[in-house]
């Protein structure tokens, strides 16, 4: 079993949509919780970090279940620009920063 | 802003070769990480630094070494590249300590013919 899974997708939706991705991850010990976005032929930059308290950034809500170990993330009023990757990020409690990535889910939003 | 430079976009190598793909951060940042990302893979760690000359290994280190002589250089070396390590190299970097963000390098699409 994977340390960190994802639902590959790809999940393609109307402009205006509600979309929502899941991650599981293996580790009780994880400590620090990401998601990151990744373009076509880019780099994977952070979209943002996942509190034990959830957190919203506009149109994004990220939230963490430590009991069912699990983390989200919800698009409201999905964009044409948000057709990207969306890697889940799991990290242990060390400085080391030794991260684990999801193998991403696939978003196209489509007109 | 942080940058992470990588020296190369895209690098052809031939089977047997030895290859260095070198990987430069100007944030004075302790961590530095060589991943290789494939389709239906995601990305996997190689190697991982977190202080100069300090080296572990990641999931998938076989067929790779690094190199860390000075805290804003991270080179990954293959030493005899093979056609299976055909594939997308990023670099990162962060600070040592808890729930910081690794930033990436723009990739090296290294093809092994």
């Known amino acids: 079993r994977k340390e960190v899974e994802q639902d590959p997708g790809p999940f393609n939706v109307p402009e205006g949509a509600t979309v929502a991705f899941n991650c599981t991850y293996s580790?009780?010990?994880?400590?620090?919780f990401f998601w990151y976005r990744q373009d076509c032929r880019k780099e994977p930059k952070l979209l943002m970090s996942v509190y034990s308290s959830g957190n919203e950034d506009g149109r994004f809500t990220a939230q963490l279940n430590r009991a069912s170990q699990y983390i989200s993330l919800l698009i409201r009023d999905s964009k044409l620009s948000d057709s990207a990757t969306y890697l889940c990020?799991?990290?242990?409690?060390?400085?080391?920063?030794?991260?684990?990535f999801g193998d991403g889910t696939t978003l196209t939003v489509k007109p | 802003d942080v940058k992470v430079t990588q020296s190369s976009r895209y690098l052809v190598k031939r089977t047997g070769e030895k290859v260095f793909l070198e990987c430069v951060q100007d944030m004075d940042h302790e961590n530095m990480f060589w991943y290789r990302q494939d389709p239906g893979l995601g990305l996997r760690l190689i190697y991982f630094?977190?202080?100069?000359?300090?080296?572990e290994k990641g999931d998938i280190p076989e067929g790779y070494s690094v190199s860390r002589e000075k805290k804003e250089r991270f080179s990954l070396i293959l030493e005899s590249a093979s056609t299976n390590q055909t594939s997308m190299y990023l670099c990162?970097?962060?600070?040592?300590?808890?729930?910081?963000?690794?930033?990436f390098g723009q990739g090296t699409r290294l093809t092994v013919v």
């Open positions: 630094s977190y202080d100069v000359k300090m080296k």
């Open positions: 990162a970097s962060s600070l040592a300590a808890l729930n910081t963000e690794a930033f």
């Open positions: 580790n009780s010990a994880s400590q620090s």
């Open positions: 990020v799991v990290s242990p409690n060390t400085n080391a920063g030794k991260s684990t």
